[in-house]
């Protein structure tokens, strides 16, 4: 694996790296289990993770941040979350720094980015964004919830569903109508906190996996949010949505990409061990075979990763690119969790086996952040212009 060099890290990218990987060995490989039966991540650890620098890396160093203008440290954070295994933290961790705090950063109010871009970096402020609502998911257009204009403050009813980070969060991105007549126009982005009156949570959703990963439903009430805590302009919340989602896909590929790594090396090392008919697993040719397929699939996707790391870096990457990347590295993710758990036979269905796990975290990748059906929409409307 990873035979190719990757020049593009230097020394001071490898030595963040060892930084990160020491880091998830001692502060989140040990507590999974625990976190997992909890349904979310405990909040010392977002603290820790502050502590250490590793949340918001983009962060001015007027809000406590590093100001660090290099995408590659961000990329790096998300590999080594997802070589852990634990896909809760590899989800959640990077949603809060790589997706839900670009849109403080990029279009907050100085007020909005004073109060909350400093809790985000020490891990004190948990966020979230919420798209997805009952009755609409991947198609934005059609939300319902609303935010009336009230003079000095916009009032926010409805509800959203499927929320990662849901149930710790204190801030959140929120997509409502300003003018349910005007469709992809007639929506905006606000910033809501824990505290504003109206503002509740569901439990905990019992999903089939990511057991770590804390999303829940979130209820708005005639909650009232200050005119500061507009995203941008009014009207103009798609558009940033579709600016911002890039990245979001990007953050999922790379994800998806060392979880299924993870998962590889794992059943490399299990049929290496495990004996069967007076040799080991490892020794039949079919076995062989699928991993000689797999090592061949899983390179030549790192390299593409890697590709696309810099490219982004550089603003090169468009939304039918970053679309490509989240369609084909979920996919792949979940073809290797399936060929993986098949080499393990019976011991791959059972929970306390880490490709179990990962089987069950890799199903959702293609559903959220834009079903991978609608990935095929955007590339296929690149491809006809």
Same mark, same amino acid.
């Given at each position: 694996?990873?035979?190719?060099?990757?020049?593009?890290?230097?020394?001071?990218?490898?030595?963040?790296?060892?930084?990160?990987?020491?880091?998830?060995?001692?502060? +989140?490989?040990?507590?999974?289990?625990?976190?997992?039966?909890?349904?979310?991540?405990?909040?010392?650890?977002? !603290?820790?993770?502050?502590?250490?620098?590793?949340?918001?890396?983009?962060?001015?160093?007027?809000?406590?941040?590093?100001?660090?203008?290099?995408?590659?440290?961000?990329?790096?954070?998300?590999?080594?979350?997802?070589?852990?295994?634990?896909?809760?933290?590899?989800?959640?961790?990077?949603?809060?720094?790589? +997706?839900?705090?670009?849109?403080?950063?990029?279009?907050?109010?100085?007020?909005?980015?004073?109060?909350?871009?400093?809790?985000?970096?020490?891990?004190?402020?948990?966020?979230?964004?919420?798209?997805?609502?009952?009755?609409?998911?991947?198609?934005?257009?059609?939300?319902?919830?609303?935010? !009336?204009?009230?003079?000095?403050?916009?009032?926010?009813?409805?509800?959203?569903?499927? +929320?990662?980070?849901?149930?710790?969060?204190?801030?959140?991105?929120?997509?409502?109508?300003?003018?349910?007549?005007?469709?992809?126009?007639? +929506?905006?982005?606000?910033?809501?906190?824990?505290?504003?009156?109206?503002?509740?949570?569901?439990?905990?959703?019992?999903?089939?996996?990511?057991?770590?990963?804390?999303?829940?439903?979130?209820?708005?009430?005639?909650?009232?949010?200050?005119? !500061?805590?507009?995203?941008?302009?009014?009207?103009?919340?798609?558009?940033?949505?579709?600016?911002?989602?890039?990245?979001?896909?990007?953050?999922?590929?790379?994800?998806?990409?060392?979880?299924?790594?993870?998962?590889?090396?794992?059943?490399?090392?299990?049929?290496?061990?495990?004996?069967?008919?007076?040799?080991?697993?490892?020794?039949?040719?079919?076995?062989?075979?699928?991993?000689?397929?797999?090592?061949?699939?899983?390179?030549?996707?790192?390299?593409?990763?890697?590709?696309?790391?810099?490219?982004?870096?550089?603003?090169?990457?468009?939304?039918?690119?970053?679309?490509?990347?989240?369609?084909?590295?979920?996919?792949?993710?979940?073809?290797?969790?399936?060929?993986?758990?098949?080499?393990?036979?019976?011991?791959?269905?059972?929970?306390?086996?880490?490709?179990?796990?990962?089987?069950?975290?890799?199903?959702?990748?293609?559903?959220?952040?834009?079903?991978?059906?609608?990935?095929?929409?955007?590339?296929?409307?690149?491809?006809?212009?």
């Amino acid at each position: 694996m990873n035979s190719f060099p990757r020049s593009m890290y230097g020394e001071e990218h490898e030595m963040f790296r060892q930084s990160v990987r020491e880091f998830i060995a001692r502060e +989140i490989i040990p507590h999974n289990a625990e976190w997992e039966k909890n349904k979310m991540v405990s909040r010392t650890s977002w !603290e820790k993770l502050g502590e250490n620098g590793f949340l918001c890396l983009q962060a001015p160093e007027s809000y406590g941040g590093m100001g660090i203008d290099d995408f590659r440290y961000n990329a790096i954070f998300v590999e080594e979350l997802g070589l852990s295994g634990c896909a809760g933290p590899a989800i959640g961790y990077p949603l809060h720094s790589d +997706i839900v705090f670009p849109y403080i950063l990029h279009y907050g109010t100085e007020a909005a980015k004073a109060r909350y871009i400093p809790g985000m970096v020490q891990g004190k402020l948990i966020s979230a964004v919420a798209m997805t609502e009952p009755g609409a998911g991947s198609d934005l257009q059609n939300i319902r919830a609303t935010a !009336e204009d009230k003079g000095d403050h916009y009032l926010i009813n409805g509800s959203k569903t499927f +929320i990662t980070n849901g149930y710790l969060a204190d801030v959140v991105v929120v997509a409502a109508k300003t003018d349910p007549t005007k469709g992809a126009k007639g +929506i905006s982005l606000f910033i809501v906190d824990k505290d504003m009156a109206g503002f509740s949570k569901g439990k905990p959703f019992e999903k089939v996996g990511l057991h770590a990963q804390d999303t829940c439903e979130l209820f708005f009430e005639d909650v009232q949010v200050p005119k !500061e805590n507009l995203l941008g302009n009014v009207g103009e919340g798609f558009k940033y949505l579709m600016t911002e989602l890039a990245q979001e896909r990007l953050i999922v590929a790379f994800a998806a990409l060392a979880l299924a790594e993870f998962t590889f090396r794992a059943t490399v090392d299990y049929v290496k061990s495990r004996p069967a008919f007076g040799k080991t697993v490892a020794d039949f040719q079919n076995t062989r075979f699928k991993l000689a397929e797999m090592s061949a699939k899983l390179e030549q996707a790192r390299i593409y990763c890697d590709q696309l790391v810099l490219m982004h870096q550089n603003k090169q990457v468009d939304a039918a690119m970053a679309s490509a990347a989240k369609y084909t590295m979920t996919e792949l993710q979940c073809d290797v969790a399936d060929e993986c758990v098949q080499l393990h036979g019976g011991y791959g269905y059972m929970w306390e086996y880490p490709v179990a796990r990962a089987y069950a975290d890799a199903r959702v990748q293609r559903i959220y952040a834009g079903t991978n059906e609608i990935m095929k929409e955007l590339i296929a409307r690149k491809v006809l212009q």
